[in-house]
């Protein structure tokens, strides 16, 4: 359960770090189950259904070079017991006020090794079409990540204003980022294992993984059951299922 403190914290700064809430055995069987996916993603010379590539500066695929698998609960239905994880949902369940829960939108970035790419500023409900507090974005480091693997970074407080910033895409990358005054932004290095819970309207980010290692990390959100999210139905969208009760 989380503590006054805790529940205040979040309000104030719009996320909480929970360090190695998925450890030991758990912790093992996930990380299998993912370097499975990194090796089917990285034997690839072209996208295919939910993996794609990393892009060289003028936005060609790079061959075995694996960026995301996106509905990774869809594309593996093995790591649904990870997005329903009692640890994390009873605690997504406590900052959004609700007994019964949905997850959406599962991803992998396994961030490789020399280069790997996952997401720079932005912030998670430009992608939604909501502005709805009641999202809660959830990032779970199966590997310890830091400076030179690219942590995740944060900008405390920025959910506040509950609006949505401009972002642009830029050619040659995944995605659409926002600006950030760097003064602003706090680094999150975190153990292996390490749950981190935010408003998915807080800017948050991450850097390039410039070092020899790996930086596997899911990122998906929870709602409460009843909320209607147009982009993502309840039934229809296949990468929407329960988590809380199972």
């Known amino acids: 359960m989380l503590d006054v403190e805790q529940l205040e914290r979040f309000g104030e700064e719009g996320y909480l770090v929970f360090e190695r809430l998925v450890e030991g055995d758990d912790l093992s ?5 993912f370097d499975e996916l990194v090796a089917h993603g990285t034997s690839l010379t072209e996208p295919a259904p939910h993996y794609s590539l990393e892009l060289n500066n003028k936005g060609d695929t790079i061959p075995h070079r694996l960026h995301k698998v996106q509905g990774v609960c869809v594309a593996e239905p093995r790591l649904k017991a990870l997005a329903s994880h009692p640890l994390i949902t ?6 959004l006020q609700s007994e019964e829960l949905d997850v959406f939108g599962t991803k992998f970035f396994p961030k490789l090794a020399g280069g790997g790419t996952s997401t720079h500023w932005h912030q998670d409900n430009f992608y939604f079409g909501t502005e709805s507090p009641q999202v809660l974005s959830c990032g779970i480091y199966l590997q310890d990540a830091d400076l030179a693997n690219g942590c995740l970074r944060v900008v405390p407080g920025s959910h506040h204003t509950g609006t949505i910033v ?7 990358m ?3 980022w926002t600006q950030v005054e760097e003064s602003r932004a706090v680094d999150l290095e975190t153990p292996a ?15 390039d993984n410039h070092s020899d290692r790996s930086r596997y990390s899911t990122a998906w959100h929870y709602i409460p ?5 147009k982009q993502f139905p309840r039934d229809t969208y296949e990468d929407r299922f329960a988590v809380r009760p199972v």
């Open 174 to 176: 995944h995605g659409s």
């Open 90 to 95: 009873e605690r997504a369940a406590q900052l």
């Open 166 to 172: 401009e972002h642009e895409h830029t050619p040659g």
């Open 29 to 33: 069987h996930f990380v299998a189950i």
């Open 225 to 229: 059951t009843d909320l209607d999210l």
């Open 193 to 207: 294992g390490t749950v981190v819970l935010f408003s998915a309207n807080l800017l948050h980010g991450t850097s």
